[in-house]
C-alpha cells in the first residue's frame, strides 16, 4: 500500500470535516446497524483523453450498505477538475476529496491538457470500519495510449465492440506502455477495445517502458480445451527489459446477450491461466460489476500470458409432463342385500369404447369388472351371491392415472318369511265335527226340555 504523504493526510482529515456532518444526518441508522467493510476502490479513467477535451474518471467502491467512504483523488499536473455530481466534495488544488454515503460509485469531470502524459492516483478511508487503502494509479497520455475514447457517464468504457461467440474469428488487439512503473505501486490501465476492460499492474521492483498488450486468439491446437463454455481466450503479454516479477488483475466484460442465449449460469464465471508446465490453472474470479449491456468480472493473478473466461450452462430444467384433463367419476350407489346384483354407474369424457376397471374390495373381493364407456357413461354389475356383508370401496380406473372411489354398503341377507298356517283337511275334519257335535246337543237338549212339558 501506498503511503500518504503528510500534505494529503492534512487534506483528508479536513476533507473528512464533510463526512462528519453527513455521519451526523444517518447517526440513528449508522449506530444501529454495522456496515461491511470497503475491500477497494477502482478507477476507470480512458488511457488516451483527445487533446483539451472532458472525460469522466468513475470511481467504484467494493462494499454493500450501509458504508460511509471518503476519497481523495490527485489529478495530475496540466489537467483540471471540472465538475462532479456528488453534493459532498472539496477541492485544493489538484487534490478534489469525496464524500459518499451508502453509494458505490463515484463519476467526477476532468479536462485535459493540449498535450503530455499523467498519471491519476487516490486513497480511499472506509469510516464505519476505520480500514483505508490506496487506489491503482492510472497512467494517461493525451491523444495516445492505444486509442482508447473516454469513459460513458453510467455506461462504463466505450470502444470497439468485439465478437462475442465461443469460437471468434476476428482477433482484436491493443496496447498501452507505462512509461514507469515503480516497485510495490499499482498502476491501472483501461482498455475500451477489446473484452479486457481493466488492467493492473504491480511489480516487485522499478520497471521503465512496461509495454503491455492484450490480443483476442483462437485457442491453439496445443492447447488443451478447458472446462465449461469459452467466453473468449486472451493472450496477456508484458514487455520490460529490467528483471521483475509482475503480478496483477484482469477484469473482462460480458455481453449480457451471450449469457441468456447461451443459457449460461452467471454465477459460474472462471478465469484460467495456461502455464506451459501445468496447463490451465484456475483463478479465484468474482463479478466486479455490470451495466445495460456487460456483467463483468474479475480476478487476481501472478503473472501473465494466455488467460480464458469459462462459464458453466444452467441445468436443463426437466420438461413438464402434461396434466390431463380427463376424469373418471362414480355416481353414489345403492345399498343392497347379499344376492341382489351390486349396480355401479359413472361417467368419463373418455371416447366411445375406452376401458375402464371397476373393482369393489370390502370383507371380501368381489370379481373385477371391465366395461366400456359409451355416450360418456359406463355400468358395471357385480353378483353378490358369495359376498359378504359389510361396507365395500368400489373403485373405477381408466389405466392412466385417472380413477375415482365410492363405497357401497352389502346388507346380510333377508331371512325367509315363516308360511301362514293353512288349515289342513284333519283340522277341517275336527273343526267340522265340533261343530256337528254341538248342533247335536242343542237339538237334543230342546227334546228333553220338549218331553217334559207333555
Same mark, same amino acid.
Request: glycine fraction near 10%; aromatic fraction near 8%.
Given at each position: ?7 494529503? +493526510? #492534512? ?41 483539451? @477535451? ?8 467494493? #462494499? ?10 490527485? !489529478? ?8 462532479? @455530481? ?14 459518499? !454515503?451508502? /453509494? ?28 483505508? #487503502?490506496?487506489?491503482?494509479?492510472? %497512467?494517461?497520455?493525451?491523444?495516445? #495510449? ?17 465478437? *462475442?461467440? @465461443? ?16 516497485? &510495490? ?25 512496461? *509495454? ?35 503480478? &496483477? ?6 455481453? +449480457? ?52 473466461? /469459462?462459464?458453466?450452462? +444452467?441445468?436443463?430444467?426437466?420438461? @413438464?409432463?402434461?396434466?390431463? /384433463? ?29 376401458? !375402464? ?37 368400489? *373403485?373405477? $380406473?381408466?389405466?392412466? &392415472?385417472?380413477? $375415482? ?19 289342513? %283337511?284333519?283340522?277341517?275334519? *275336527? ?14 237338549? +230342546? ?8
Amino acid at each position: 500500500m501506498k503511503k500518504i504523504t503528510a500534505r494529503r +493526510k #492534512g487534506f483528508v482529515r479536513s476533507s473528512l470535516v464533510l463526512l462528519a456532518l453527513a455521519a451526523a444526518i444517518l447517526a440513528g441508522t449508522v449506530a444501529a446497524v454495522q456496515g461491511a467493510e470497503v475491500l477497494g476502490v477502482t478507477r476507470y479513467a480512458p488511457a488516451g483523453p483527445a487533446p483539451n @477535451a472532458e472525460f469522466d474518471v468513475r470511481l467504484t467502491i467494493n #462494499g454493500e450498505v450501509p458504508l460511509i467512504v471518503g476519497v481523495v483523488e490527485s !489529478i495530475p499536473e496540466g489537467f483540471r477538475f471540472v465538475s462532479t @455530481a456528488g453534493e459532498h466534495y472539496k477541492v485544493s488544488g489538484q487534490d478534489v476529496a469525496f464524500s459518499v !454515503i451508502n /453509494t458505490r460509485e463515484i463519476t467526477y469531470r476532468v479536462k485535459a491538457p493540449s498535450t503530455g502524459e499523467g498519471t491519476f492516483t487516490g486513497t480511499w478511508v472506509d469510516l464505519l470500519s476505520e480500514h483505508e #487503502g490506496s487506489i491503482a494509479d492510472t %497512467f494517461v497520455i493525451i491523444g495516445g #495510449g492505444g486509442g482508447s475514447s473516454g469513459i460513458a457517464e453510467g455506461t462504463g468504457v466505450t470502444g470497439t465492440t468485439t465478437p *462475442t461467440s @465461443a469460437a471468434p474469428t476476428v482477433v482484436t488487439k491493443a496496447s498501452r506502455t507505462i512509461p514507469l512503473l515503480n516497485a &510495490g505501486e499499482e498502476i491501472a490501465m483501461v482498455f475500451g477495445d477489446v473484452d479486457v476492460s481493466l488492467i493492473t499492474l504491480e511489480a516487485d521492483s522499478t520497471l521503465s517502458d512496461v *509495454t503491455v498488450e492484450v490480443e483476442r486468439v483462437d485457442r491453439s491446437a496445443g492447447v488443451p480445451e478447458p472446462s465449461g463454455v469459452a467466453y473468449a481466450y486472451l493472450n496477456i503479454e508484458v514487455n520490460h527489459e529490467e528483471t521483475a516479477n509482475i503480478e &496483477g488483475r484482469i477484469e473482462c466484460k460480458v455481453e +449480457k446477450s451471450w449469457i441468456s442465449d447461451k443459457a449460461i449460469d452467471e454465477t459460474s464465471f472462471r478465469f484460467y491461466r495456461y502455464e506451459d508446465t501445468g496447463g490451465w490453472q484456475a483463478l479465484p474470479t468474482a463479478k466486479s460489476r455490470e451495466d445495460a449491456d456487460f456483467v463483468y468480472f474479475e480476478a487476481e493473478t501472478p503473472g501473465f500470458s494466455l488467460f480464458v473466461l /469459462t462459464a458453466e450452462k +444452467k441445468p436443463a430444467t426437466p420438461t @413438464a409432463t402434461p396434466i390431463s /384433463t380427463s376424469l373418471v367419476m362414480l355416481n353414489p350407489i345403492a345399498d343392497i342385500a347379499v344376492g341382489e346384483p351390486l349396480i355401479v354407474t359413472g361417467t368419463s369424457d373418455r371416447e366411445d369404447a375406452f376401458t !375402464i376397471t371397476v373393482t369393489a374390495k370390502g370383507p371380501v373381493e368381489l370379481a373385477p369388472q371391465t366395461v366400456q364407456v359409451e355416450n360418456g357413461k359406463f355400468t358395471a354389475t357385480f353378483d353378490t351371491t358369495s359376498a359378504a356383508g359389510g361396507i365395500y370401496t368400489v *373403485t373405477a $380406473d381408466d389405466g392412466e &392415472g385417472h380413477r $375415482d372411489e365410492a363405497t357401497a354398503t352389502i346388507g346380510a341377507a333377508s331371512a325367509p318369511t315363516p308360511a301362514s298356517a293353512v288349515p289342513g %283337511f284333519g283340522a277341517l275334519f *275336527t273343526a267340522v265335527s265340533l261343530l256337528t257335535a254341538g248342533l247335536f246337543t242343542v237339538k237334543l237338549k +230342546k227334546r228333553v226340555k220338549g218331553g217334559t212339558g207333555e
